[in-house]
Nanobody
Framework: QVQLVESGGGFVQAGGSLRLSCVASGRAFSSYVMAWFRQAPGKEREFVASISLNERVTSYADSVKGRFTISRDNAKNTVYLQMNSLKPEDTAVYYC??????WGQGTQVTVSS
């Protein structure tokens, strides 16, 4: 079982930035594909970004391309999501996912117009 703890969410004005972090328990972090998802009120959870084991391959939802950057530090068991040029439509609970099956508890991001 893997435990994931997200942090870094908060309230920001449109155009601002936030950096989310997700720390994983255990020793197998470097073997997991990591991803971020988000869920806005009344909407289904959606994919935001993913990163391969060695950071060589990243993937982004069209809605965040050019604004968000996913990265990881395997020595710290941590995956990051740098979010720039935030928009009100980015408001959601952001979730970390490991190995395509383990979920964190989420962190709230609220962007005001």
């Amino acid at each position: 079982q893997v435990q994931l703890v997200e942090s870094g969410g908060g309230f920001v004005q449109a155009g601002g930035s936030l950096r989310l972090s997700c720390v994983a328990s255990g020793r197998a972090f470097s073997s997991y594909v990591m991803a971020w998802f988000r869920q806005a009120p009344g909407k289904e959870r959606e994919f935001v970004a993913s990163i391969s084991l060695n950071e060589r391959v990243t993937s982004y939802a069209d809605s965040v391309k050019g604004r968000f950057t996913i990265s990881r530090d395997n020595a710290k068991n941590t995956v990051y999501l740098q979010m720039n040029s935030l928009k009100p439509e980015d408001t959601a609970v952001y979730y970390c996912k490991a190995d395509r099956k383990y979920w964190g508890q989420g962190t709230q991001v609220t962007v005001s117009s």
